[in-house]
DNA sequence: AGTATAATGTTGCTTATGCAACATAAAACA
DNA sequence: TGTTTTATGTTGCATAAGCAACATTATACT
């Protein structure tokens, strides 16, 4: 893997990258259509949110070290409204598409380090995109919840998971009703499936 | 854009790319967690579909030329099983995951090349899982279509769309029940949001 | 520390969606 | 061309999930 600051020292003529620091609660970014950006996150979490025309919120995905993402990768749509919110304090690295994509006359090597980075951190990116359409398509809210636990828990190599937010938000990441996951939850606990620890940790009982 | 061609042509020594052919209904692979395989499909369309343990279909994705797909993006569960089926003639190439990551001793041109072209292809790739995402994140099955059909029309620059597979399938893709999905069409059509112009094509009366 | 705000937990009722079963139409096949 | 298979269309009923409203607990704020 390409090592991150050697990209970062590396000052090029044909690519431009800046870093950002964000405090807790303070928006990243906001998707608009016109601007091609792409954004590492280099530490800390945030989440992608959209409000939808009648106000309902979604989290939409959950960014943490090493995640990519941007209006570069979305069809932008006029009718929802996104942007990323950090949930702890982060920083970033931004960069523009068009720096990415556009050929430099002499191919630097520059160049094809970034290309490199980029190229790895998509992948897992694609991967984890992968798993989020994996657990979503899941029809019932217990199959929801059970396959996003054992993800978490195989990240983890634990048993034992960490929900990256709060149970309201949870529902939102898993676009179900909150009060129908939380009837889920209990009924989970109580087919001793899973077993609550504290706030946001559970013991998964199963495999 | 990088010209596949030039990739496929530029023989290496530090990767190996194959390409193949599949009749319509063929497998062009199933995912199994050891392998690391990459496939770009340059022409034709084809379909993830996975099986869950009670038999289940899910189609979970749709590729179409261009689009890059492989167990090296998936964090490939033992309790349920993929598959990708063509739904017509296609052409892929494959190359190992291995391949690209590793580096070679001298940087070679052709692997710059190779990175670019995967780059490129993840970056559409990410786009389209994004979109996807967008679709089944919707709560409500006339949502989920409405948004489903306003991508295809984006796409084909048209408000006259083609569903790439039948409708059956396509409950399979939003995952929703079938004839619920069924229900939801007709009422779109008596609403006279949405137009059916034969089999597959519909055409959409509102922006 | 005390107050405001947000998250969690719980419930009764409503509704959208799932499910099953069937008829009809269209493809696929031989 | 006739036969089999698969897709489409439709319905009544069952149920999971949505919604609203509230109490309780935790967290944030000054």
């Known amino acids: 893997m390409v090592d991150l600051q050697k990209v970062i020292d590396a000052k090029s003529y044909c690519y431009k990258l800046v870093e950002k620091s964000f405090e807790k609660n303070e928006m990243i970014t906001s998707y608009i259509e016109k601007r091609k950006q792409i954004f ?22 959950f960014f943490h070290e090493g995640s990519v993402f941007g209006e570069a990768f979305y069809n932008v749509y006029l009718n929802s409204e996104m942007s990323v919110i950090a949930s702890k304090k982060c920083k970033v690295l931004t960069i523009m598409l068009d720096d990415v994509l556009k050929k430099c006359d002499s191919r630097c090597k520059n160049h094809d380090m970034l290309n490199e980075l980029l190229l790895n951190l998509l992948f897992e990116n694609t991967t984890h995109l992968n798993s989020r359409i994996e657990v979503i398509t899941k029809r019932t809210i217990r199959e929801k919840l059970l396959i996003y636990f054992k993800t978490l828990s195989i990240e983890s190599y634990s048993p034992i998971i960490r929900i990256p937010f709060s149970l309201t938000d949870l529902a939102d990441f898993l676009s179900v009703n909150r009060s129908a996951m939380m009837r889920e939850l209990k009924a989970l606990e109580d087919d001793g499936i899973i077993q609550k620890i504290n706030k946001n940790r559970y013991k998964l009982l199963y495999r």
């Open 40 to 61: 590492i996150l280099i530490s800390g979490e945030a989440t992608l949110i959209r409000y939808d025309v009648r106000g309902n919120k979604d989290i939409v995905d």
